[in-house]
């Protein structure tokens, strides 16, 4: 099975070394001022750890993934996925150490490594970063997405293994759906709720698909703003939607847009099983691995991803997955009677 780890050669920011790193869609909206918030909230108001809240879909992700893109060569980024691998430790301590030894100038661990020779070199680089901040004087992030997310694989989660004891110009920077308090018990933490598109936001994000500013007022009406939504309402565009037929029939909520692009699959017992596979997969699959499982050839399983708007195969990581987390959660629901897809 091909590795789901980064190769380390030619790479040059941390975040490249990342495996779970997502795929930056073009920045039609960049959030800079919630950035520069979170990146005030570590340097005027000193926090060393900061959590940004919000539910499934306002956005957490991409503003997270910004955050490490503007700060490339001073952050060590995770994500968590729906996934089982990237809430194992191994994943996250093979993945942080070698962005924190790429900062240091240093060699990366093989894959080979075992587990507690892997965890005393996290716990090595950790330390050897703390000085590099204070003799630099610079400042450096570790930022994890989606920390609620991360299932307990064995006696170790990855909770256990989150520094929240900080030294030197380190910081932290979470995202949650949900409170942290039981996952981080001892930490001390500014928690930033994350703020719904503004009606400028939503004009700038649909700008370039010929909405006019009624429709724009209308889409933001319907949404509330809610980022999964608006972004949606563009996906749907962009992949052929009239714009005034979607403005006059938006529904309440984003799930039942979801349901509305869904009910437009003819959902077979082939597709319905192969898109089960990548909703409950244990780990990420490639387009080549999803076709073995689903028992049908590549050319089939990349028919479908041209077929389905709503799934992609991202560049970055050379996995397939769902165009959105909150779709993703919705086909997680929408297919949960499913168990056995063998």
């Not at 020779?117 to 630099?136: D, E, M, W």
């Not at 699959?265 to 080549?288: G, H, K, S």
Request: hydrophobic share 40%.
């Amino acid at each position: 099975m091909k590795s789901k780890f980064r190769n380390p050669t030619s790479i040059e920011e941390p975040r490249e070394l990342s495996s779970t790193f997502p795929e930056l869609q073009p920045a039609l909206l960049f959030r800079d001022n919630l950035i520069s918030l979170l990146r005030d909230k570590f340097t005027e108001a000193n926090r060393k750890i900061v959590v940004v809240r919000g539910v499934t879909g306002s956005g957490k992700t991409t503003l997270l993934a910004q955050f490490v893109a503007d700060n490339a060569y001073h952050c060590v980024s995770y994500f968590v996925g729906r996934d089982i691998w990237t809430s194992q430790p191994y994943t996250f301590l093979f993945d942080t150490s070698n962005q924190i030894l790429r900062i240091l100038g240093k060699k990366p661990v093989p894959e080979t490594i075992e587990y507690a020779r892997l965890k005393q070199v996290f716990s090595n680089a950790l330390g050897s970063l703390y000085s590099h901040s204070r003799n630099q004087n610079e400042r450096f992030y570790i930022v994890v997405d989606s920390l609620d997310r991360a299932a307990k694989v064995g006696e170790e989660g990855l909770a256990d293994l989150i520094p929240t004891d900080l030294r030197g110009n380190v910081h932290l920077l979470l995202s949650s759906a949900a409170s942290l308090s039981e996952q981080l018990p001892e930490a001390v933490y500014d928690e930033q709720e994350l703020p719904s598109f503004s009606s400028a936001e939503t004009t700038q994000f649909l700008a370039d698909l010929g909405f006019d500013t009624r429709q724009v007022l209308r889409v933001q009406e319907a949404s509330r703003g809610f980022p999964a939504y608006v972004a949606e309402v563009r996906r749907q565009v962009s992949q052929g939607a009239t714009v005034d037929e979607l403005v006059r029939a938006l529904p309440p909520l984003v799930e039942d847009l979801f349901r509305r692009e869904w009910a437009r699959v003819v959902l077979t017992d082939e597709l319905r099983n192969a898109l089960a596979l990548l909703v409950f997969a244990p780990e990420p699959l490639t387009i080549e691995e999803w076709a073995v499982i689903a028992g049908v050839q590549p050319t089939t399983a990349r028919s479908w991803l041209a077929i389905l708007s709503f799934l992609h195969a991202d560049q970055t990581r050379g996995v397939v997955d769902f165009l959105s987390g909150p779709f993703g959660q919705f086909a997680s629901e929408a297919l949960a009677p499913i168990e056995d897809y063998d």
